[in-house]
């Protein structure tokens, strides 16, 4: 079942902080977060495993709540590069990774 | 370093067609998949394989067909092109479960 992103869309200025929520009804292994922006592939951003810790470089990170299997990503003081479409990708044991909707970022200057 | 290569990158076929879609890696990564991407959708798993010789299906497998023959390799073959099958296509490669997916570029096939 496709994980639930929220929210569809958020539009920010620059300098702004973001928060992007992934949901699943399943228990999870792991939780993938990609960014994709217009015309180009996802790259990938962070992976957060069970069991794993919280996850971040600079002013991007990630938490994993188990026992709620939720994810979100956090956008701190947002660039206008950070702009795109954010999907998360959730796995419950194996390699087949089922993904969610996409969140569309928009950084303003 | 290339990384995942897909071509091509444009194709338009009629209905009825068949055709390969390439992908090629030279990371030594024993997982690779094949996506689909769809307007206003987020990316939807065709087959994936975890190395040589072994290939399974994913969420939307039919009308396609994989083989992994090589590590490197994992071609995507279109039996019998029907419009549904417009998509942008993306093959992606990781070394396994707990790490990221590396992506191609990607191919924008149209089927008329």
């Known amino acids: 079942q496709q994980p639930v992103q929220s929210p569809q869309a958020v539009i920010l200025r620059e300098g702004e902080d973001a928060v992007i929520n992934c949901s699943s009804s399943?228990?999870?292994?792991?939780v993938h977060w990609y960014r994709q922006k217009h015309g180009e592939a996802p790259v990938f951003l962070m992976i957060?495993?069970?069991g794993g810790e919280q996850k971040g470089h600079e002013k991007i990170s990630a938490s994993f709540n188990e026992k709620k299997q939720q994810s979100s990503l956090y956008l701190t003081a947002s660039q206008l590069s950070y702009s795109g479409t954010y999907f998360c990708?959730?796995?419950?044991?194996?390699?087949?990774?089922?993904w969610g909707a996409g969140t569309k970022l928009i950084i303003k200057p | 370093n290339a990384g995942v290569t897909q071509t091509p990158k444009f194709q338009v076929l009629k209905t009825g067609q068949s055709m390969t879609l390439q992908c090629a890696q030279d990371?030594?990564?024993?997982?690779m998949s094949w996506y689909r991407q769809d307007p206003g959708m987020g990316l939807r798993l065709i087959h994936y394989?975890?190395?040589?010789?072994?290939?399974d299906q994913g969420e939307v497998p039919n009308g396609y067909n994989v083989s992994r023959s090589t590590t490197e390799d994992f071609p995507l073959r279109l039996l019998s092109a029907a419009p549904s099958q417009t998509s942008v296509y993306f093959c992606?490669?990781?070394?396994?479960?707990?790490?990221?997916?590396?992506f191609g570029s990607g191919t924008r096939l149209t089927v008329v």
């Open positions: 992606a490669s990781s070394v396994d479960s707990n790490y990221g997916y590396t």
């Open positions: 990371m030594n990564h024993e997982y």
């Open positions: 394989s975890v190395g040589a010789g072994i290939t």
């Open positions: 399943k228990a999870l292994y792991s």
């Open positions: 957060l495993l069970k």
């Open positions: 990708g959730t796995s419950e044991s194996n390699y087949q990774l089922i």
